[in-house]
């Protein structure tokens, strides 16, 4: 890819993805004295090696922790959700919760 295509790229992702305010919901989470947003903590132990690559990974893009993991289980959970839908795995579920 051409110089001047990724350049072209970075501005459309850069528009993109400042249009959805990322800024603005951190600064949210980030009030005090308000009615706070319900928010739970999801923990797991790692290997120290994975957790400073998901450090580091996060500070090169410049994006906290916090948005680069929610971002990544959004993703892993709709990919798991269409995998379930497509091979069938929860119809039997669907009779028992009736």
């Known amino acids: 890819m051409s110089d001047?295509?990724?350049f072209?790229?970075?501005?459309?992702?850069a528009f993109k993805?400042?249009?959805?305010?990322i800024d603005?919901?951190?600064a949210m989470l980030a009030r005090e004295g308000e009615q706070p947003i319900p928010l739970r903590n999801v923990c797991a132990k790692l290997t120290v090696e994975l957790a400073e690559r998901i450090d580091n990974t996060a500070a090169v893009l410049g994006i906290t922790k916090r948005l680069f993991i929610e971002r990544a289980l959004i993703e892993a959970m709709d990919q798991a959700d269409a995998m379930l839908a497509?091979?069938?795995a929860l119809d039997d579920l669907e009779g028992e919760a009736e």
Do not use: S
């Open 4 to 6: 001047f295509k990724q």
């Open 86 to 88: 497509e091979v069938g």
């Open 24 to 26: 603005l919901t951190e």
């Open 8 to 13: 072209i790229q970075y501005r459309a992702l």
């Open 17 to 21: 993805f400042d249009r959805q305010n």
